[in-house]
């Protein structure tokens, strides 16, 4: 059990938790060296005990540091304490976009196109260093209060030219934001961060989820076997903004 006080690597002493998810919890943390607060995500206990699961946590977060991009939170240190697997991050002071769109809904048009186009440069980045984040979803986006955002929780993020890939990996991730091949049990491709990306967009536009279920089973189904339902449908605004930006283009 982690506890406030407690030193990580005996370096990062432990402020107080921040962020609990099915595969890690994450703390606020102070580094003492350098003098600044991070974020240490620590893999939880039972998952802990799985020598694969602990390998391949290790490698993909090695992997995503070598990422180096504003829109992506930044990793510093990756390592293990007494049994603890951890990983340090940059830490950001900001909210989630899920409790943006819980608090306000539905975004305006200009909102959504600059959120879009700063997501869209980070993960092009992290594809280019053939790395798919496979879990990208409204609560792993933090946005700053001068509107800037951050891609974080790249720990379920795999290589994408990696040797090894399990059946877990596979159906990781967020049931509403969940791409048809993942749904489906196959594996995750550039592609699939591209349609998650796309689910985020609408929820932006509408203030929802595209798909809704009794359980995750039947989200998924519905991901495997319903179009995706019309975003002007849902947002009447999207298709006066088109129409207002058509008519202009066609007056000049």
């Known amino acids: 059990m982690i506890v406030k006080g407690q ?10 938790l921040i962020g609990e998810g099915g595969m890690a919890n994450v703390y606020l943390a102070y580094d003492p060296i350098l003098d600044r607060n991070v974020a240490v995500k620590i893999l939880r206990g039972d998952l802990a005990t799985d020598e694969k699961f602990v390998r391949r946590f290790q490698r993909e977060a090695i992997s995503a540091s070598s ?19 951890f990983i340090v991050m940059e830490y950001i002071d900001g909210k989630t976009l899920k409790n943006l769109i819980k608090r306000r809904g539905k975004l305006t048009l200009p909102e959504v196109i600059d959120i ?6 980070a993960i092009s980045c992290a594809h280019d260093s053939y790395i798919i984040h496979r879990d990208i979803k409204p609560q792993n986006v933090i946005i700053l209060d001068d509107g800037r955002v951050k891609i974080t929780d790249f720990g379920i993020a795999i290589a994408s030219n990696a040797s090894e890939l399990t059946q877990t990996n596979s159906v990781m ?3 509403h934001y969940l791409p048809p091949e993942q749904a489906n049990g196959k594996g995750a491709t550039i592609k699939s961060d591209i349609y998650s990306l796309g689910i985020l967009m609408y929820e932006l536009l509408t203030g929802k989820v595209p798909f ?20 002007c449908e849902d947002n009447i605004e999207i298709t006066e903004e088109n129409d207002y930006h058509s008519e202009e283009y066609l007056n000049k």
Request: hydrophobic fraction near 35%; charge should be negative; avoid cysteine.
């Open 7 to 16: 030193k990580i690597n005996d370096r990062y002493q432990i402020i107080r």
């Open 173 to 175: 991730g967020s049931v």
């Open 212 to 231: 809704k279920g009794e359980n995750a089973v039947e989200i998924a189904l519905k991901q495997l076997r319903e179009p995706i339902p019309s975003v």
């Open 116 to 121: 879009m186009l700063q997501l869209t440069s």
């Open 67 to 85: 990422l180096d991009h504003p829109n992506i939170v930044e990793m510093y240190d990756v390592g293990e304490d007494e049994g603890n697997y």
